[in-house]
C-alpha cells in the first residue's frame, strides 16, 4: 500500500518567510510524528499527535513552530520568520502501534 | 547520559565480514525496541523488531539484554548494499506508543 507522503520534496526559502510542510500518513495509522534531521545529525523529534488526544509539542525548539493535524489525518508543521539555524530535512513518521514508518522527508533551505 | 547510546563509529568492514552493533538504553520500563536503517540523504527504514527471545531475519540478527539494558545487532556475511546508518530505536515512555527514543545511529561501510 502507500507509505507516507510529504510535500514539498525541497523547499528553498528567504529568511524571515514562513513556511508550511505537509505530511500524508499511512491510512489507518493514529499516531503522526514530526522529526528534524541537520546534516550529519540524529533525529531531533518534534510533535506527536496521537488520535483526537491532544498534541505533545514537547519537542518544538520555539513558539515559531506549530503543527496541526486535520481529521486525524494529514499533518501540516508551519515555521513562522524562518530562520537559517531552521535548514533540516523534515521527517514525518506514522505508526499504528509502535512501529513508525517514515516519509521521504522535506529538505528544507532557509537562504 | 543519553537515553540510548550507540557507538558512531564508523565500522569499516570487508565483504563476508560478521559485525555486531551495541546500543544501551537509559529507561528500564523501556518496552519495545527497534533497529532503523538510514541511508545517505534517506530517510530512516525499519530495519527489525527487538523481541525479548531475540529473532533473527536473513542475515541479521537482534537481542536484547534486560538486566544490562543492550540492545543488539549482528550482520553476517556482510554485503555492499549493508552500508548504511543504523539506527537503535527504545520506546523512551515504557508500554506507551507515544514517542520513540532516536540513538545517533552507527555508521557502517562494507568495503569490496
Known amino acids: 500500500g502507500a507509505g507516507v507522503s510529504q510535500s514539498p520534496s525541497n523547499k528553498v526559502t528567504e529568511k524571515g518567510k514562513d513556511v508550511e510542510l505537509r505530511c500524508d500518513p499511512i491510512s489507518g495509522h493514529t499516531a503522526l510524528y514530526w522529526y528534524r534531521q541537520s546534516l550529519g545529525q540524529g533525529l531531533e523529534f518534534l510533535i506527536y499527535?496521537?488520535?483526537?488526544?491532544?498534541?505533545?509539542k514537547s519537542g518544538l525548539p520555539s513558539d515559531r513552530f506549530s503543527a496541526e493535524r486535520t481529521g486525524g489525518s494529514v499533518s501540516t508543521l508551519t515555521i513562522q520568520r524562518t530562520q537559517q539555524e531552521d535548514s533540516a530535512v523534515y521527517l514525518c513518521?506514522?505508526?499504528?502501534?509502535?512501529?513508525?514508518?517514515f516519509g521521504p522527508g522535506t529538505r528544507l533551505t532557509v537562504t | 547520559r543519553k537515553e540510548v547510546e550507540q557507538d558512531p563509529g564508523p565500522f569499516n568492514v570487508p565483504e563476508g565480514a560478521t559485525v555486531a552493533f551495541n546500543c544501551t538504553y537509559s529507561n528500564s520500563a523501556s518496552q519495545s525496541f527497534f533497529w532503523y536503517r538510514q541511508d545517505c540523504r534517506k530517510e530512516p527504514k525499519l530495519l527489525m523488531s527487538?523481541?525479548?527471545s531475540g529473532n533473527e531475519d536473513g542475515r541479521f540478527t537482534a537481542q536484547l539484554n534486560r538486566a544490562s539494558q543492550y540492545i543488539s545487532l549482528l550482520i553476517r556475511d556482510s554485503k555492499l548494499s549493508d552500508s548504511a546508518t543504523y539506527l537503535c530505536v527504545v520506546n523512551s515512555l515504557g508500554g506507551s506508543a507515544r514517542q520513540l527514543t532516536f540513538g545517533s545511529g552507527t555508521q557502517l561501510t562494507v568495503l569490496p
Open positions: 513518521a506514522s505508526s499504528y502501534q509502535y512501529e513508525q514508518y
Open positions: 499527535f496521537q488520535g483526537n488526544s491532544a498534541p505533545d
Open positions: 527487538v523481541y525479548s
